[in-house]
C-alpha cells in the first residue's frame, strides 16, 4: 500500500500517536486519582440550576460526529480529485 518513501512517515506517525494514547491514559489515571480524593466537603458542593443545556457528553459527541463527516468528506474529496487530473498525469 505504502512506498518505501510513505514508511518512514507512517512509522513516524505511529510513533506520535502512541505517545498521545500514552498521555491520554496517564490524563485520565491523574482524573480518576483526584476524584478519588476529593475531600468529602467538595463532593457536597451544591447543584448548579436546572437548565437546558447540552451535556459535555452531548456536545463532545456532536463535535465528533462533525469531524468524522468533514474527514470523509475531505477524503471524498480528495479521491474525486485525483481521478479527476488522472487523465493529466498520464
Same mark, same amino acid.
Given at each position: ?10 512509522? %513516524? %506517525? ?26 468529602? %466537603? ?49
Amino acid at each position: 500500500m505504502t512506498t518505501t518513501y510513505l514508511t518512514p512517515t507512517v512509522e %513516524a %506517525a505511529d510513533q506520535v500517536l502512541e505517545a498521545v494514547v500514552k498521555l491520554q491514559d496517564a490524563t485520565i489515571d491523574a482524573v480518576s486519582t483526584f476524584t478519588a480524593n476529593l475531600p468529602e %466537603a467538595a463532593k457536597n458542593v451544591p447543584a448548579l440550576p436546572e437548565t437546558d443545556l447540552p451535556t459535555a457528553q452531548e456536545i463532545a459527541s456532536t463535535y465528533f460526529e462533525y469531524a468524522e463527516k468533514v474527514l470523509s468528506n475531505q477524503k471524498a474529496f480528495v479521491e474525486r480529485f485525483f481521478a479527476a487530473s488522472a487523465p493529466a498525469a498520464s
